[in-house]
Every structure is written in C-alpha cells, then in structure tokens.
C-alpha cells in the first residue's frame, strides 16, 4: 500500500483499542501496540481538554520510557455532554445514563493525541481534537436496546458511531475519525512536525 509519505516511520500505539489499530491500518501507516498501564483517574476538577492531553501523554510517556528512539502514539477520548465529562460505563445502567443525556442534543467528542519520540531527545508534541454530535431523540426501548447488544461497553458516552449508534446520529461537525477514537488528520500533522 502507497502511504501519503513513503518515508512515514512505524508508530507504536499506546493503546489496546482496536478502532485506533483500525484507522492505522486503514490509512495504511505502519504501527505495532504496546499497551500503556496508566491511572486514567480525573483530578478533581479537572476540565475535558487537559484531561484528555494529560492522558494521552501519560500513555505514551509510559510507553516510550520503554523504548529507543521510536515515535509513539497515546490517545485517550470522552464525551462532553452538558456540561458532564462522559468516560466509558461502569455497567448498563450507567450506559442507559449517558445515553438519556446524548438522546436529542449535541455533544462533544474530545481526543488528545501525543506523539513522543522516545530516545535521548524524549521530544513530545500534545494536542487535541473536538468534534460535535447530535443524536435524535431517543426513545426508552431504543436505549434499551443498543445497551443490551453491548456496544455501549468499553466506549466513551456509552456509543460506537461505527456500530448500532449510528442510528440515532443526525449531524456530525468536525472529524469523523475522531469520534471513533483517532483523528488520524491531526495524528499526520504532529508526526510530520515531530
């Protein structure tokens, strides 16, 4: 496969998520994944896009401490509703929750992204991506209903833009990728800075 830069350096993925692995692939950029073992507890009073940065950069720090001069990827993504920072569900009903929250209004998806090179210069470059979603109303037996196919479990707000959710989207602004979990536009732009 042709990538946009012949030269594009094998990345390591800090991260266990498949649809991050996924878009790499996609996009054709070469990675192998180290999974990063963080606390990925909030501070309190912590705000969405220092959290997510914060994250990011802990995951790929822990993993680059481990490596010689290689360039690794952290990522951690949310979901921002009213107000409300939303991680993944601790169980169905907290998932009910967070989509009770989402049905007929916008959110946000924020990502922070790291890039680390790893080695005697330990370079790092943090950003972030915000995207928006605006769900449709919602009804209970269809809330019921996503939550018991189980897509909801291990996802920011409860949600898989790409799976079952996708029903109930009625406008995205901003970086599709990012809502899966990798926008990949931003992830390019660092490398090609780092």
Request: avoid cysteine; hydrophobic fraction near 40%; proline fraction near 3%.
């Amino acid at each position: 496969m042709i990538r946009a830069n012949e030269s594009q350096e094998k990345l390591v993925l800090a991260s266990s998520s498949p649809r991050r692995a996924e878009i790499l692939k996609t996009v054709g950029w070469p990675y192998e994944t180290i999974v990063a073992d963080i606390d990925e507890s909030r501070a309190h009073s912590e705000e969405a896009t220092p959290y997510v940065e914060r994250l990011a950069r802990e995951k790929a720090e822990a993993v680059a401490a481990r490596l010689k001069q290689r360039l690794v990827l952290g990522a951690d993504t949310i979901v921002v509703a009213n107000g409300e920072i939303l991680g993944k569900p601790r169980d169905d009903e907290d998932a009910k929750r967070m989509l009770k929250l989402l049905s007929g209004k916008w959110h946000e998806v924020v990502t922070g992204v790291a890039l680390i090179r790893a080695g005697n210069e330990n370079k790092a470059l943090v950003d972030h991506e915000i995207t928006r979603v605006r769900f449709s109303e919602m009804s209970e037996g269809e809330i019921d209903w996503y939550v018991s196919t189980g897509e909801s479990k291990d996802k920011a707000g409860a949600y898989a833009l790409q799976g079952g959710a996708a029903l109930f989207v009625e406008e995205i602004q901003g970086d599709y990728f990012n809502i899966i979990g990798l926008p990949i536009r931003l992830v390019y732009e660092l490398a090609r800075r780092i």
